[in-house]
């Protein structure tokens, strides 16, 4: 038994020194467990030998737990000490011992009276014990009415210099007053500052902040916060290697000593020889970093504020300079096209007319619509640009005299309307001539029948002579005479409607009247000179009739059933011949009708035709001769009259049957062209349905629906296959000269209407999101700085509620970097208030609240007073600005821009060049 347990014993000696308390343990278990497995079987004290190892294993820990406490006690004496220094140094006090300095309690007053700003119950003077601990007691109860708890220290244990409650007052001290004023919820205050150690060094690869000892014990996660803010200090940062702990230690401490103003609190050869650093050591000295870079943000964000103001400026200039050109060039092509619109240039011809028609087609199909788009342009930069002056606080913009909006609504109301009036003209015009040239071209056929017919006349009376005649001849010729007259005057009759002609050429304004009307009068003359001659005739006649008495009644009778006959039938046959105009199948067919209802109605003259012949025959009977005197018409006349008459029918079937097929042709391309347009109309419903629905269910952040709604607009605006097919279809109906379409009244104009609206429509909508993107990138509030608010939220969201309470809430907060004021508790109230009427549970901050309240405080209002806040951050506090200043705290191109636009400052006190910004203020706020 001595033997083996001199043999565990010796183990002892070779015992390497732990690192930790970890491996010290690992290193005992495996050593003695080995020890133990090597011995005899037959032993039987195996059990006291177990319990030896697992003694001297545990006093092992406990001197290597007493060795790390004294270490982390010599960290926090010197770490707090250097913090105490560092706020006395303000009212020139200083303490060499933590333990001892404290002990009369003035030092400590003086401390709590500079961290707090407030002012301490006056200290007794004396010097007594009774004195020092009502001193020390003054500062506690002042302590503790600030919300600090302390836990068993007492102002005796402070004036007998106890280390340890001294310590732990200190450290309850920098948690309150120096970790951003975090109450009594240690953990919280921690976790936030924690936090903002790992966003600060979170694009460093090298470091790793997960705690406050071992993530800061090789120096990197120190270099890298000063590295983050101010990388112009350690430069070299990418050459630290985390070997070098001691160096990379002593050199974060020496550049945050001489440049950043914060005390040496830790000891570089401490924290990299020590097997773990005192947290509250390194929480004390990571706080003074983080209020040392809050400053620096703030003049960042000053000058950043300044520079986006004139640049929405410049851009508010050059977006009002565009608008005045787009409509000034608007306007006057409006100007301009209503004088044509409202031109009233009557033409000679329907043909002409049409030409004017077509023109006014292409204008708008082709001039129009491009004018549409910039109209609708110029409606969208003014709501851009009104949305972008109500963002930023500016004046509204005044449009020159004649430019606003409503005036361009009524100057295109004004077009629209002249348009109709154009349209109404030019149709009107086309209705009227094709009247006129019908109404012409009648009155020219009768003119020529009756002057053909007077022609004839003229040469019956010059043909026929009544010399030598016997009196029968003459008495027949005197008879015949009769019925001549009587043919000429029924002839003569008709002259009347001619008259009528005219008149209604007249007032249709058809610039051929005149020549309608010399035509009428030249017929009416040649009556009067054939009215003339028969009455010359006559006179002969009745001269040499006392010669001849001899009366034919057969012939008598012949001559004048004739004669009316072929009257009738010359009638017949000129109411045939009437040219006619039909626009439609039913037209024909009404003609084709009245044609069958003539034609029928001939049978009756069959009949008189059968009977004249018959009469003719017992004429023959009666006389050889075939001579009639009281008539020149014979059956042989008569037959061919009627057999033209006949054909005449036929011709004129024909030529209805083809006029039929030709509106038929007509009416084929109007079902063409109605199929076609009620297509279109249905695809324009169709893309509007999409666009509501699209609407109606928006998804997606703002800039997806932008991309939805311009893919809506590509697709609208890209199905020219089916809008070709219609323009063909109008195309046919152009060239058919057709004028009216029975089958639809949609027109390409209605149709081309329809599709601008859509796009109109669309192009609207996206407007209106873009400028919901304006409003969100007018508070600078980025992707990033969005996505950053919402995993600070959810961090402090413990139980994943969706909502921190007003703890949470303030440890959020401070997490950010949102500074609170010197009382802590005061600024979460008041922030809790504000936020009363919009909270959705009492008490408790949701997620939308706290991006609502992080976003108005991050991106400042663009006002008058933020602006002058932000040039006296600049200025430190002064009316005027150097050169130098705004070069170094601006982009080049902005600080120069804002120089061009100040005055030099008239305060004496200034140095040389200093410019006054307030002027200027009040002239980019008040439109000057």
């Known amino acids: 038994f001595q033997s083996h347990r001199s043999r565990c014993v010796s183990v002892a000696p070779t015992l390497p020194k732990p690192s930790s308390l970890r491996s ?27 319990r030896t190892s697992q003694t001297d294993e545990a006093n092992a820990n406990a001197a290597a737990r007493e060795e790390l406490q004294k270490a982390w006690t010599n960290q926090q004496k010197k770490s707090f000490t250097l913090w105490v220094n560092g706020h006395l140094r303000k009212t020139g006090l200083k303490i060499e011992d933590i333990a001892q300095d404290l002990h009369d309690g003035k030092a400590l007053q003086a401390l709590l009276e500079v961290i707090s700003g407030e002012k301490l119950p006056k200290m007794e003077k004396g010097k007594m014990r009774v004195h020092m601990v009502n001193n020390v007691q003054k500062c506690l109860d002042f302590v503790k009415t600030v919300g600090v708890r302390l836990h068993g220290i007492g102002a005796e244990e402070i004036v007998d210099g106890n280390l340890k409650m001294i310590l732990g007052m200190i450290w309850t001290i920098i948690l309150r007053f120096a970790i951003q004023d975090i109450s009594v919820e240690e953990l919280t205050a921690k976790e936030g500052l924690l936090l903002w150690c790992q966003k600060k060094t979170q694009p460093y690869n090298n470091v790793n902040v997960q705690n406050f000892h071992m993530s800061f014990k090789d120096g990197l996660a120190f270099c890298a916060l000063i590295h983050r803010h101010r990388p112009d200090l350690i430069p070299n940062y990418s050459s630290l290697r985390k070997e070098n702990a001691r160096e990379n230690l002593q050199l974060a401490f020496d550049v945050a000593e001489q440049h950043l103003d914060i005390p040496q609190m830790l000891d570089a050869e401490d924290i990299s020889s020590c097997i773990k650093p005192d947290e509250r050591a390194v929480m004390t000295y990571v706080s003074a970093y983080y209020h040392a870079f809050s400053s620096f943000q703030q ?12 640049e929405v400026s410049a851009q508010i200039k050059a977006a009002e300079e565009e608008i005045k050109a787009l409509t000034n060039d608007l306007l006057e092509w409006i100007r301009q096209t209503i004088e044509r619109m409202n031109a009233r240039d009557p033409q000679e011809t329907s043909i002409d007319t049409h030409a004017r028609l077509n023109e006014f087609r292409q204008y708008q199909e082709k001039e129009k619509p491009p004018k549409a788009e910039e109209k609708g342009q110029i409606e969208a930069k003014h709501t851009t640009l009104l949305t972008k002056l109500r963002i930023h606080n500016r004046p509204p913009y005044v449009p020159p005299q004649g430019q606003s909006l409503p005036e361009i609504e009524e100057a295109w109301s004004g077009l629209e309307v002249a348009e109709g009036g154009r349209e109404d003209f030019l149709l009107s015009e086309i209705k009227r001539l094709q009247r006129c040239e019908q109404l012409f071209n009648s009155l ?68 051929k009247q005149s020549e309608a009307a010399e035509a009428v009068e030249g ?41 009316p006959f072929r009257t009738s039938l010359a009638n017949t046959k000129e109411d045939v011949l009437e040219p006619f105009t039909v626009h439609s199948v039913a037209q024909v067919e009404e003609l084709m009708s009245q044609l069958a209802t003539r034609k029928a109605n001939m049978s009756t003259a069959e009949a008189e035709l059968s009977s004249i012949t018959e009469c003719n025959n017992r004429l023959h009977e009666l006389c050889d001769s075939t001579a009639n005197p009281y008539t020149t018409v014979t059956v042989e006349i008569l037959n061919k009259d009627w057999a033209d008459l006949q ?45 509501n629905a699209q609407v109606s269910a928006a998804s997606g952040t703002l800039e997806e629906q932008i991309e939805q709604l311009n893919a809506l607009l590509v697709e609208s605006s890209g199905n020219t296959e089916l809008f070709d097919a219609a323009e063909a279809a109008h195309a046919a109906l152009t060239a058919a000269l057709i004028i009216e379409n029975p089958h639809t009244k949609l027109t390409m104009q209605i149709l081309r209407v329809k599709a601008q609206q859509l796009k109109s429509l669309i192009t609207s909508s996206i407007n209106s999101i873009e400028n919901q993107i304006l409003v969100r990138n007018a508070k600078g509030i ?8 919402k995993q600070t939220f959810s961090h402090f969201d413990k139980d994943n509620s969706g909502a921190l309470d007003r703890n949470e809430f303030k440890a959020c907060l401070l997490a950010t970097g949102y500074q609170l004021g010197e009382n802590a508790e005061e600024g979460v109230d008041k922030i809790m208030e504000t936020l009363r009427k919009t909270l959705k549970e009492e008490g408790r901050v949701t997620l939308e609240d706290f991006i609502h309240f992080m976003t108005s405080q991050t991106a400042a209002d663009d006002t008058i007073e933020n602006l002058e806040i932000n040039f006296k951050i600049l200025a430190r506090e002064k009316d005027y600005i150097h050169p130098d200043t705004l070069r170094s705290e601006l982009k080049a191109s902005t600080a120069e821009y804002i120089i061009s636009n100040l005055t030099v400052s008239a305060d004496t006190s200034a140095p040389e060049g200093s410019l006054d910004y307030k002027e200027f203020l009040h002239c980019v706020y008040n439109n000057e």
């Not at 028969?534 to 008495?549: D, P, R, V």
């Not at 012939?555 to 059933?561: I, S, V």
């Not at 980025?782 to 608010?789: L, R, T």
């Open 24 to 50: 010290l343990q690992k290193f005992f278990s495996s050593e003695f467990s080995s020890r133990i497995r090597t011995f005899p079987a037959s032993m039987s004290y195996e059990g006291t030998d177990r």
């Open 299 to 310: 003049v960042e964000l000053a000058a950043k504020r300044i520079a986006d103001v004139f």
């Open 444 to 511: 020219s056929n009768k003119a020529n029948l009756h002057a053909g017919r007077v022609s004839d006349s003229e040469q019956v009376l010059a043909s026929s002579s009544e010399q030598g005649s016997t009196l029968a001849d003459l008495s027949a010729m005197k008879k015949k005479h009769e019925a001549f007259v009587s043919e000429v005057n029924a002839h003569r009759q008709r002259v009347s409607a001619l008259d009528a002609i005219v008149n209604e050429l007249g007032s249709l304004q058809y610039s």
């Open 523 to 563: 017929v009416r003359s040649s009556y009067d000179h054939l009215d003339t001659l028969c009455q010359e005739k006559l006179a002969k006649i009745e001269e040499e009739e006392k010669k001849q008495l001899h009366i034919d009644s057969i012939r008598l009778e012949f001559a004048k059933r004739a004669g």
């Open 647 to 691: 054909e005449l029918f036929v011709e004129c079937e024909g030529k209805l049957q083809a006029e039929k097929e030709h509106q038929q042709r007509n009416d084929e391309i109007c079902i063409a062209f109605a199929n076609e347009a009620r297509s279109v109309e249905q695809w324009i419903a169709g893309q509007r349905e999409k666009f």
């Open 782 to 789: 980025s992707n990033e700085q969005m996505e950053d608010f």
